[in-house]
C-alpha cells in the first residue's frame, strides 16, 4: 500500500488521499472485519443456547405460508394438547388459531411464545 498523501482543506479538516485500489482493499477489509463479528457473535450465543438453528424444512413451511405456531410446535415436537396445556388455553382453541379459524389475543399469542420458547416476532 502506497503512504497517502495528506492535505488540510481551508476549513482545516486533514484529509488523506491513496490511490483507489488501496481504498477499495481498505472498504473489503473493513466489511470482512464486520461480517468476522457477525459470525462469531453467532456463534457465541449458539454456544450459549440465546440462538438455534432451524432446519430448512421448516423455515420452509414458514415461507409457504403454512401456520406459524404448528410449525413451531411441530418443530418443538409437542403435541396440540402438551402446546395447549403448557400456554394455559384448551386444546380446541388451540386447534382453531393453527387452522385459522380464529385469531388469538396478543396474551393468548404471547403464552404460545413463551411455552414454544420463541418471541412473539417470531410468530408475526
Do not use: C
Not at 457465541?44 to 440465546?50: A, V
Not at 385459522?100 to 420463541?118: H, V, Y
Request: glycine share 4%.
Amino acid at each position: 500500500m502506497v503512504k497517502p498523501k495528506i492535505i488540510t482543506t481551508p476549513s482545516g479538516d486533514r484529509l488523506a488521499i491513496l490511490p483507489l485500489a488501496d481504498y477499495e482493499r481498505l472498504v473489503d477489509a473493513a466489511a470482512m472485519a464486520a461480517d468476522i463479528a457477525t459470525y462469531d457473535e453467532f456463534h457465541r450465543k449458539l454456544s450459549t443456547g440465546m440462538e438455534e438453528l432451524v432446519p430448512a424444512a421448516f423455515a420452509d413451511r414458514i415461507i409457504d405460508g403454512e401456520n406459524k405456531i404448528k410449525v413451531w410446535r411441530e418443530f418443538r415436537n409437542l403435541s396440540a394438547r402438551e402446546l395447549a396445556d403448557k400456554a394455559e388455553i384448551s386444546a380446541a382453541f388451540l386447534s382453531q388459531i393453527e387452522s385459522g379459524a380464529r385469531d388469538g389475543s396478543f396474551d393468548t399469542i404471547k403464552k404460545i411464545a413463551a411455552a414454544l420458547g420463541i418471541t412473539v416476532d417470531d410468530l408475526a
